[in-house]
């Protein structure tokens, strides 16, 4: 595992009720608010592979965000052109994204015969995998040149398939430490994730109707990616048991995107 000063640099539930109803009601006001004019528009079917850069935003005390990914999103997206200067972009994304998250926490440690608790701190590097529908309202400049320009903003919804962690557990009481790779991190992880797309971008004209698309995505989720809850911490940041510390991070990715619109 490769260090960038004291961060790690990697390649790579339950969810509130309240925010899913309000992320189902802007969904489908999206969707009705295209839909009438569906009939009218010319579709675009694409492919687009987007190197990311990925982090945890910790928002409960004695969590701390530690480090940042790299991965890869690739998929198909889905272009539905309402008028010149406007577009409905869909598509399905598998979506590669992560980071590192440093937090108190408990162990057992058998020795003799006997199974003993000792508090400690875990470092979990993160890797996440989720399929993302994404929807999104694209404002296009007329083409400029062989270029057209274009602003990009909605919502991403993802469902995650898959949760690995890289794990070091540094335990008091003991010496030396725990390191496990790739242990499922599925049971600590919410199934849903759910985020707003920001982007900016351009369109470049190959012949027809096929254009180069590239430019920069940024998804900011807005829903808890832990579902379990975690350990208080002692004087010294050491887990204290029982685990009813409620943890929340949210995970946050800059894109790079290249794709072909057909």
């Keep these: ?13 339950s969810i509130d009720i309240k925010i899913m109803k309000k992320i189902a009601l802007l969904a489908s006001a999206i969707t009705t608010l295209i839909s009438s004019t569906f009939a009218q528009s010319d579709f675009q079917l694409g492919l687009k592979l987007s190197p990311n850069f990925s982090w945890f935003n910790a928002q409960s005390e004695n969590l701390q965000s530690d480090g940042a990914n790299f991965g890869f999103n690739y998929g198909l997206v889905g272009d539905f052109n309402i008028s010149e200067n406007y577009s409905f972009s869909t ?3 598998l979506v590669n994204t992560g980071g590192e998250l440093d937090y108190p926490s408990v162990v057992a440690v058998d020795a003799n015969g006997t199974s003993t608790e000792f508090g400690g701190r875990k470092t979990a590097d993160v890797t996440l995998k989720y399929i993302e529908i994404p929807l999104t309202l694209k404002l296009k400049t007329n083409e400029i040149g062989y270029l057209t320009y274009f602003c990009q903003f909605g919502l991403g919804l993802g469902v995650n398939y898959d949760a690995t962690a890289d794990v070091d557990f540094n335990y008091s009481g003991a010496s030396g430490a725990i390191s496990n790779e790739e242990v499922d991190f599925s049971d600590e992880t919410n199934l849903f994730r759910a985020s707003l797309i920001v982007g900016l971008g351009a369109e470049y004209n190959l012949t027809g109707n096929t254009s180069l698309v590239f430019g920069f995505t940024f998804n900011d989720g807005f829903t808890n990616v832990l579902k379990e809850d975690g ?25 790079l995107n290249v ?4």
């Design 231 to 255: 350990y208080d911490a002692d004087a010294n940041g050491n887990g204290v048991a029982p685990r009813n510390k409620d943890f929340k991070a949210i995970n946050n990715y800059l894109v």
């Design 259 to 262: 794709g072909v619109l057909f």
């Design 91 to 93: 598509g399905i994304m």
């Design 1 to 13: 595992m490769s260090h960038f000063g004291k961060k790690h640099l990697r390649f790579v539930g």
